[in-house]
């Protein structure tokens, strides 16, 4: 069975906003147990807000939430406290599991000073450090810039300071929940400034695919993969097709066509849903990756399946912190 790395899960989110919630329990695709029987050997726990009123103190709960879990379920999960041992973590008989923050208002309120919003940041990563990647934004707009659901909003000054900041940190860039102007924008700026920030997409599908807001434009996708960037390949129903599960195998080699070999990997983005509807049966939880890449095991070569289920991901972070 191959590892798997997943660039994307919002267990965090859940154990914070959900009474009762359990990372034990059947609730949301990516239980600690269902990580194990998938064989995922590293997860990317996102530490996601909502821009507006308490974001602050929602990010704040959800690294307690990550300082916790790793303290009450040490038999499940693990950090990465040295990346020398990224090598070994496809061995471990445990998950590793970083952070990523998923929209900026995490650490910065709309009204805060951003001075002060840095040492919030700063603070945070004294527990979550290292730090896979941020995202400016997420679905709606913010004082960073516009989000996936904005109209023609991109980088704003606040978004530029914040590039600027994160250059040379080796902490990435996440396009996930940009707006297209906004991922232009990113692209574009980091490189007239010739920051030093890695550009992924950690949860994104096709739009050639599936016409959806939340899917990249190819040339959107061909930048993230001339940069050396990843591509985390999306779970969510709505993000692969109407009806049709298989419609994922066609997102995945869409992706390898693009030029996206050293690129594509998964970030299932597995969140809490009371009613269940919003991942296709056979991609409902973690343990279904061996499914996912047997089913994968016609269509793609050898490397290529290698690639996908932990290698690309595997170098990036190789590249980005050793
Ligand atoms: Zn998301």
Not at 31 to 46: D, H, I
Not at 102 to 121: H, I, M, Q, R, V
Not at 282 to 309: G, K, M, Y
Request: proline share 3%; hydrophobic share 40%; glycine share 8%.
């Amino acid at each position: 069975m191959l590892p798997v790395f997943d660039l994307h899960c919002d267990l965090l989110a859940y154990l914070t906003a959900i009474d009762g919630a359990d990372p034990m329990g059947d609730e949301i695709g990516c239980s600690l147990p269902s990580l194990e029987e998938g064989n995922v050997k590293f997860q990317t726990l996102a530490i996601f807000t909502m821009t507006g009123e308490g974001s602050v103190e929602s990010g704040a709960e959800q690294v307690m939430a990550f300082s916790e879990l790793l303290e009450d379920y040490d038999a499940y999960v693990q950090v990465l406290d040295d990346p020398n041992d990224l090598e070994n973590i496809a061995e471990s008989d445990f998950t590793t599991v970083v952070t990523a923050i998923e929209n900026a208002s995490g650490f910065c309120g709309e009204e805060d000073d951003l001075d002060e919003a840095f040492k919030t940041f700063e603070t945070m990563l004294e527990t979550i450090a290292p730090l896979l990647y941020i995202s400016l934004t997420h679905n709606e707009e913010n004082r960073f810039g516009g989000g996936n659901l904005s109209n023609n909003v991109g980088l704003k000054a606040d978004g530029r300071v914040l590039l600027d900041y994160l250059s040379e940190r080796r902490i990435a860039i996440d396009l996930s929940h940009t707006s297209d102007e906004l991922a232009r924008d990113i692209i574009d700026y980091t490189y007239a400034q010739g920051l030093n920030i890695p550009i992924i997409a950690s949860h994104s599908n096709f739009r050639t695919i599936r016409d959806h807001i939340r899917n990249l434009p190819d040339d959107i996708a061909q930048e993230v993969i001339a940069r050396g960037g990843l591509i985390g390949m999306n779970f969510c129903h709505e993000f692969i097709d109407e009806f049709d599960s298989d419609v994922l195998v066609q997102h995945i080699l869409h992706g390898f066509e693009l030029g996206g070999a050293n690129a594509m990997a998964f970030g299932s983005d597995f969140f809490f849903s009371p009613d269940d509807a919003e991942f296709f049966y056979d991609h409902r939880n973690s343990a279904q990756f061996p499914n996912i890449l047997t089913q994968l095991d016609s269509v793609l070569s050898q490397e290529q399946l290698h690639a996908l289920s932990y290698g690309n991901a595997l170098h990036f972070m190789n590249r980005l912190w050793r």
